[in-house]
């Protein structure tokens, strides 16, 4: 009997074991997790989380470098089996993310009998799968020992915080928490325009935290953002410098020290934008607002933003900007042409949050 046979034959004890994860990078932890789920479940389902989001020191891989890293620690037979799809975040809302979940696991398990398929949640024996488990009540966990001394987190601050010496990490075998070829993906990785576009943010990062080192406690930030909506379009700017120099973001900054947080987003919309809306109008339009205080959700450190939500009456006519030199490029987007990879740090789901969009891509 063949190789092929005897796979076709094997008891397994589940019909789907779900990883949840964002493998920035995949490390040998992560590969003997999905080892684990192959020999224990006929199909298995990885969900890589934070897909569709714009490169950042935090999230440096795409989704698609993130599955083919994945994909190359295993052989075809052992691919076969192992659905590799993205997952898209819901920092605010638990629901929303825990339904794109189910859905995703719901349409790749369709097994050709009519029973229910027995699925599991399988991870690391401590660390986010615990938290997982809560929110899915309805599938068995599967716990699997944690592999000491690899961390990704640590992986990235090797890779930022030695710059010039990448090459000397990887042909002295410093990375030897990686797969091999993981290895060469990070090897031509930092090759890239992309690493030394984040050797710069992680600089700027640097010299951002030495100013506040002498701090009594670590600081903590607060920022304002006008989430601007008229007739199927939002305000955004085009960030000109890093960090996220490229992408588009809110409207917004930090607040003076004497001023409350609703007149910090009227002035940041007057004299950065000069956006041709009355006060009085723009405080008429006021429809909501919202902190947003997700722990890593900015690379300056523990940054609070509350944004104000302004649905501005439909006009065939959007209003006007006049952005001050040198700032940053304001624009009316359609949002229909939103995309979560263009747009800086968190702002993508702080618009979700207002407008309800759809947390899978698929339906957009």
């Given at each position: 009997m063949n190789s092929d046979a005897v796979k076709s034959t094997t008891a397994y004890d589940f019909d789907c074991l779900v990883f949840i994860g964002r493998f920035q990078p995949p490390h040998l932890g992560h590969l003997a997790i999905i080892r684990e789920a192959l020999k224990q479940a006929r199909q298995v389902i990885v969900l890589v989380g934070s897909a569709w989001q714009a490169r950042s020191l935090r999230?440096?891989?795409?989704?698609?470098?993130?599955?083919?890293?994945?994909?190359s620690g295993f052989d075809d037979q052992d691919n076969q089996r192992l659905e590799i799809t993205p997952l898209?975040?819901?920092?605010?809302?638990?629901?929303?993310?825990?339904?794109?979940?189910?859905?995703?696991?719901?349409?790749?398990?369709?097994?050709?009998?009519?029973?229910?398929?027995?699925?599991?949640?399988?991870?690391?024996?401590?660390?986010?799968?615990?938290?997982?488990?809560?929110?899915?009540?309805?599938?068995?966990?599967?716990?699997?020992?944690?592999?000491?001394?690899?961390?990704?987190?640590?992986?990235?601050?090797?890779?930022?915080?030695?710059?010039?010496?990448?090459?000397?990490?990887?042909?002295?075998g410093a990375y030897h928490d990686l797969p091999p070829e993981v290895v060469k993906s990070v090897d031509k990785f930092c090759k890239g325009i992309a690493y030394h576009?984040?050797?710069?943010?992680?600089?700027?990062?640097?010299?951002?935290?030495?100013?506040?080192?002498?701090?009594?406690?670590?600081?903590?930030?607060?920022?304002?953002?006008?989430?601007?909506?008229?007739?199927?379009?939002?305000?955004?700017?085009?960030?000109?410098?890093?960090?996220?120099?490229?992408?588009?973001?809110?409207?917004?900054?930090?607040?003076?020290?004497?001023e409350r947080l609703l007149d910090a987003c009227l002035r940041e919309l007057r004299e950065r934008l000069r956006l041709k809306v009355p006060e009085?109008?723009?405080?008429?339009?006021?429809r909501g607002q919202r902190l947003f205080d997700e722990p890593h959700r900015s690379w300056r450190g523990r940054t609070l933003a509350e944004a104000f939500y302004f649905a501005l009456r439909p006009d065939q006519q959007l209003p006007r900007l006049k952005p001050v030199k040198g700032g940053d490029h304001a624009r009316w987007v359609a949002l229909a042409d939103l995309e979560p990879e263009s747009l800086f740090e968190d702002h993508f789901f702080i618009i979700q949050n207002f407008l309800g969009l759809p947390a899978d891509l698929g339906t957009f």
């Open positions: 999230n440096p891989w795409t989704f698609d470098e993130r599955q083919a890293m994945i994909r898209l975040d819901a920092l605010y809302n638990d629901d929303v993310w825990v339904r794109d979940v189910q859905r995703k696991v719901r349409d790749l398990t369709s097994p050709a009998n009519a029973r229910l398929p027995r699925i599991g949640l399988i991870g690391a024996s401590r660390g986010q799968s615990s938290y997982y488990l809560s929110l899915f009540p309805q599938w068995e966990s599967i716990s699997v020992p944690l592999v000491e001394s690899i961390s990704a987190s640590q992986i990235r601050e090797r890779l930022f915080r030695s710059p010039g010496s990448t090459d000397d990490y990887l042909s002295t576009g984040l050797l710069e943010e992680q600089q700027l990062l640097d010299q951002y935290k030495q100013a506040w080192a002498q701090a009594p406690y670590p600081p903590i930030f607060v920022t304002v953002n006008a989430v601007v909506v008229q007739s199927g379009h939002i305000l955004l700017v085009k960030r000109m410098a890093a960090p996220g120099k490229g992408l588009l973001a809110l409207p917004g900054g930090f607040i003076n020290p004497h009085p109008v723009l405080k008429g339009s006021l």
